[in-house]
């Protein structure tokens, strides 16, 4: 959530921020009436308490016929005591729902419009001409059957559409990039970690996931538990409700776990293989710093994916994704687009995300600089969303018979293997 100062202090911040996302932006005037009612109405019960302690001191020192008075002003200032509280509490309830309804404030610079607005900023690597080559390229999914590495067929079997089995070289590659990406990681200076892929409402509504993307999100009613998209989740809220001393940041994680998405408004969309699917593994990258670090750290976090795609040898190109694209989490957003052979154009691999002090404020993470106690900053970046990279691999590596080329940052993790071989009918 935003600061209600700085509501109040320029409120056509916030109504612009609103409206560069394409959000509700009457939302701002009503959070704005809620709050100062929610003010008015403690003013007054602290007025009315503050006069019902006075009273009480009076009465016991009041003559016979003054405490008779005193008596009856009693009562009325009990039921206007009750009356301040309850409506105090309305107040406060409703602005805290209004402001969980609020996006973070965009970054200035961050491209304004939809999903298709966005800046590119850089482009890395070289796309291959197959047909200089000799040879149309297979696509990741007819690649994946080749190599006895990926079956979509016995996945819809057992769990439905968009479920995969990963098989036998295939299995083995997606432990190699994870296990690649851990190292990278870890030697960046990040806490490896495991994370839980359940979570209570309070830790998936503190990270933003219960808000526009709710309709992404797996729930388990009988439990009240949710199934997180990203080991974001359970990053953020790692230190939920807990106060960090400022020497101890810039504090940086490194999250495998599994994830789940409900890809709802989806259908028809990237139907073939494995790019769009509801369980996935991957990595996720999450650091702790103070607010005014905020920037230079989305920064780092950009290079270091950018490091990562470059070590598997693919071409990429890095998108400033617009306002109208961004989750209601993120003040700006950088994305990393592999190109796809098959597909003709760039999709996305990795996004990271600076989310200046929405998460902690909603998530009670707080650092101590000195004396002063206050909101720190949190951002969020993917080091390697399994299936999606493999595709990636598949498509850019594929040699003329169906084999697959290992970049040598994976070859370590694969027992050396120079070339993924197909595998005999």
Known sequence: MIDLRLLREDPDRVRASQRARGEDVALVDSLLSADERRRSSGVRFDELRAEQ????????????????????????????????????????????????????????????????????????????????????????????????????????????????????????????????????????????MLTPALVRPQSMAGTGFLGQAAQDVYHLDKDDLYLVGTSEVALAAYHMDEIIDAGKLPMRYAGFSPCF??????????????????????????SYVAPEDSEAEHRRLLEWEKQWLTSLELPFRVIDVATGDLGSSAARKFDCEAWIPTQGKYRELTSTSDCTEYQSRRLQIRMRDGKQVKPLATLNGTLCAVPRTIVALLENHQLADGSVYVPPALRPYLGGREVLEPVAE
């Open 261 to 286: 998405r409900r890809e709802a408004g989806s259908h028809g969309k990237d139907t073939r293989g494995i790019f769009r699917v509801h369980q996935f593994d991957k990595v996720e990258m999450f």
């Open 53 to 192: 302690k006075a009273l009480g001191k009076l009465i016991p020192k009041a003559s016979a016929e003054e405490k008779a008075e005193l008596l009856k002003r009693a009562e009325q200032l009990k039921a206007d005591v009750k009356a301040a509280d309850a409506e105090r509490d309305a107040a406060d309830t409703e602005t805290q729902e209004l402001l969980l309804r609020l996006g973070n404030l965009v970054h200035p610079d961050v491209p304004v419009g939809g999903e298709e607005d966005f800046v590119t900023l850089e482009t890395h690597g070289t796309i291959r001409d197959f047909g200089a080559e000799g040879f149309e390229p297979k696509d990741h999914l007819e690649l994946g059957q080749i190599l006895g590495a990926i079956d979509v067929e016995r996945g819809a079997k057992v769990s439905g559409s968009r479920f995969y089995f990963l098989t036998g070289v295939g299995a083995l590659l997606e432990l190699a990039l994870v296990n690649a990406a851990m190292a990278q990681a870890t030697a960046a200076g990040f806490t490896p």
